[in-house]
């Protein structure tokens, strides 16, 4: 393998302006939201009102008379799909699940769960419509709590599902054959834990619970279809993985992929939450009924009600560790709820968790659980930050009983290259210790907190990261620019970086490069943007088609000069002449001279590498706390993360940047408010609360680069991890501030003012 | 039965522009949806992320909490009048420089009301340009590099209207 880690580049590491920059910031880039077609129909969704209820008839023969309206759907209209399990990033998904998610079959197990569809000539017409759909429905008695639910006398959500012992995250698992609303148990184990906390001197357990969160994209969910007469199904949308979509469509609609076109628009963010389907499908049956394009947008309501936020938790955490610091045993149950149907991202949290560490005695109980709320999805570093924060927070009580510093404690026991996860996957070479290091040594951690109510808190993570396949291709122009070919959505800036790689390959400019993202008919099969995978497994397809592409102009230089290729060279950009010094063409200049040397040159290549970089990560934070409110301010931020090689540098500092700011409204503000019917109370921004700028301080950013030995030009994930120790490091301050431990999440105000009268009260 | 519809008169970046639509149409649909202006964002349609950001009158408002009836005789300013046929505004190269956008989705949003802000005070401080701002989400960014894009932009315009 080709490693070039070391190597001094020209492009990559610089901040050229992205190639899709001006049309961004001219208003002229179309995303999913904005796509228009002539003769285009608008459609909207009727949802159920019920978390929980069977669905005795649908009547929709007033909407249907409507003038204005073309065409109604249910679940009704949907075939059967497979009951077959497969993975959507970090959580999972079942096809025939995912087709009941879509368009309720004989039940809504869910506030917001889609019950009928509407085409009409506008979408205020088909708007009107919905009111004129008369559902009966038989109202059940919700599950609203991971706990409840779990107990043996509980309703069961699914009356025939069995709980599935999975050896491992995709595992299909063992079938218990005991019903129950849990789907999936998963266990990490490690060692002996017994034996571990034996060794002990200090052990601290703890319980944890979080809400419900969502990813908080600002684009709706959209999508438009025509499904032409030819029985060709094209899809217009904003995707983070147009392959992935044509299979779940292919399944649930019972078409071969070849009949299926899925065209990525831009994107307005995603976080995990455009992985699965869910207005692609009505909209493609509107569109076989009425034979016109339909277009469905979600509102903001139904985003937060009717698609895939992360589950609330509730865990157990324990760690022992003996008087020196050296932590010896970790154990954790973990309960996420998956919603409403089974899929959460516990088995990604259970990996993620402890894994800053060297611990050898570990073990790790995960329960999959499904209630009557949406069914969760992925959302950044899936399942993981609720865990973390959990295993972050004893850390923190450890350090405390033990008397050291918390960075040092983490130092002591930060793994390294070799250790093993609780998984007993070994760790590659990594820079999780320099993170930690560096961030003992930086003008923050060596600060006052210079006021009282202020507390500083420290938090570690980790995130696996994902490889998964790409394709790309390249063509020469005679110019010496590069048209670039991608199929992978380009969600925060990878397009640029994808283009860097290509240009340093090549030495021309990135602005020499022109990359756009292709439809699933002109490109080679992708994996998600996601895993924070995409310009990690682009960069291999780039390096995979310059390398060809090389190959082939040394072939066009050796003819030219009327020798073998052997004796063409090919460095900084300029083919050369091995024997004869003088004999040397730029990129360009043999670009130029392609026709009169046997035609034009364009390559493409598919990937599907192994080896993506693990993250690691370690945060700071510095918290103002108001005692007679229990409003936190975040006074000063550092997150210290091995970011691999940067390719362009002020977009990996923008993922870093923006994790924190998503872990910092998970933290303090962010949550699902159900009431006891198991309706979501605050489905708008106004009253969900996202951080806004005046809520945020600057960031500070600490960027390691270690190189990940496994890619050729040093790529590690970035995107995701940094969502990942927010809360914990934010949790720890608060203590260090006013003393009192906050073990769930949000730290709203009104929780913390009440802990601290608590601990008022009983001084 | 088709809902009649209004015709409205505006001046939209710069040029009179006509318009019919329906009563219940906001100033947002008006703009995407009849004249196919699609550069103003949709990101909530009530008024909570500031995407559909536009200029009205020198107000900035969010548009999907106008009618488009109530913008008959105004001067409308959306992301589309920003840059001239010789480029880029300051703020849009500052936000470009500055990699001041992931998604790019609340890009148009924040540039229409920094315009506004430093058209307004050509030199404001990093808390006034949060104040100022923090009714338009950014969900990618953490807003680290916006504020940062607005006080190059300010720097560069250099007080100038």
Redesign the interface.
Known sequence: MTTVGDKKYKIIGT?P??H???D????????G??Y?MTGMLWGKILRSPHAHANIRGIDARKALAL?GVHAVVTGQDLPVAADREVEAGETSLNYMHLSDNVLAGKKVLYKGHAVAAVAAD?A?IAEEALALIEVDYEVLTPVLDGREAMKADSTLIHPEQTIKALAFRFDPGTDTGVKSNIAGRSVLKLGDIDAGFKEADVVVEREFSTSWVH??????QNATALWSSDGTLTVWNSSQGTFNQRQLLAEILKQPVSMIKMVPQ??????GGKIPVYLEVPAAMLSKKTGRPVKI?M??TEVFEGTGPASGTESRVKMGATKDGKITAAYAELVYEAGAFPGSAVGAGAQGMFTSYKIDNVLIDGYDVVVNKPKSAAYRSPGTPQACFASESVMDELAEQLGMDPLELRIKNAAGEGDRRADGVQHPSMGNLECMERLMASDHYKSDLGGPNRGRGVASGYWGNAGMPASCSISINPDGTVGLAEGSPD???SRVAIAMMAAEALGIAAEDVHPSIKDTDSIGYNGLTAGSSTTLRNGWAVFEVTNQAIALMTTRAARLWETEPDNVGFADGVFFSKAEKELKLTFKQLAGKLMETGGPISVAASVAPRGAGPSFTTHLVDVEVDPETGKVDILRYTAAQDVGTMI?P??V???V??????GIGWALNEEYFFDDKGRMLNS???DYR?P???D?P??ETILVEHANPDHPFGVRGVAEISVVPPMGAISNAIYNAVGVRMRNLPMAPHKIVKALSEKNGSK | MAISKTHVRTTLNGEATEYLCEPNQSLLEVLRDVLLLTGTKEGCNDGNCGACTVNMDGRIVDSCLVLGVEAEGCKLMTIEGVATPEGLHPIQQAFLENAALQCGICTPGFIVATKALLEKEPSPTEARIRHWLAGNLCRCTGYDKIVKAVVDAANTMGGKK
């Open positions: 901040r302006i992205r899709d920059g001006a961004k910031v001219t208003g002229r880039a179309v995303y939201i904005d228009h003038p506008s205020h990813q908080g994209y600002i684009e709706a831009e994107i307005g963010g995603g976080f947008n509102t903001r969600i925060g800036g362009h002020s977009y500092e923008g993922q940047q923006g994790g924190v700011a998503q708008s921004y106004l996202v806004t700028m005046l945020l600057a960031l």
